[in-house]
C-alpha cells in the first residue's frame, strides 16, 4: 500500500509541474509566439516523464481492473454457493 501511495505522489507531483509550468508560462509577459514556443520546449523536455506518466497510469488502470475483475468473479462465486446452499436447505 505505501508503494501505492508513494507512486500517487509522483504521479500528481509530475502532473502538477507540468500543468504549472504551462500555466505560468501563459500567464507570463510575453508574445503568444513566444509563450507558443516556450510551451512547445517545455513540453519536449518533458517528454520522456509524459511517457513514463502515461505508461504508470496504464498500469495502475490495468491492475485496477484485474483487481475488479478478480473480486467480482469471487463475489459471484460467492453468491452461486448461497443460492445452492439455500436450494439444498428446501
Same mark, same amino acid.
Given at each position: 500500500?505505501?508503494?501505492?501511495?508513494?507512486?500517487?505522489?509522483?504521479? /500528481?507531483?509530475?502532473?502538477? $509541474?507540468?500543468? @504549472? @509550468? $504551462? *500555466?505560468?508560462?501563459?500567464?507570463?509577459?510575453?508574445? /503568444?509566439?513566444?509563450? *507558443?514556443?516556450? *510551451?512547445?520546449?517545455?513540453? =519536449?523536455? =518533458?517528454?520522456?516523464?509524459?511517457?513514463?506518466?502515461?505508461?504508470?497510469?496504464?498500469? #495502475?488502470?490495468?491492475? /485496477?481492473?484485474? #483487481?475488479?475483475? +478478480?473480486? $467480482?468473479? +469471487?463475489?459471484?462465486? +460467492? *453468491?452461486?454457493?448461497?443460492?445452492?446452499? +439455500?436450494?439444498?436447505?428446501?
Amino acid at each position: 500500500m505505501s508503494d501505492s501511495k508513494n507512486s500517487n505522489f509522483f504521479l /500528481g507531483f509530475i502532473l502538477g $509541474a507540468v500543468m @504549472g @509550468g $504551462a *500555466i505560468a508560462l501563459l500567464l507570463a509577459p510575453s508574445s /503568444g509566439e513566444e509563450n *507558443i514556443k516556450k *510551451i512547445k520546449d517545455c513540453f =519536449n523536455e =518533458n517528454r520522456d516523464k509524459l511517457d513514463d506518466l502515461k505508461d504508470n497510469i496504464e498500469s #495502475y488502470m490495468t491492475k /485496477g481492473k484485474d #483487481y475488479i475483475d +478478480t473480486k $467480482a468473479e +469471487t463475489l459471484r462465486s +460467492t *453468491i452461486e454457493k448461497l443460492k445452492e446452499n +439455500t436450494q439444498e436447505d428446501f
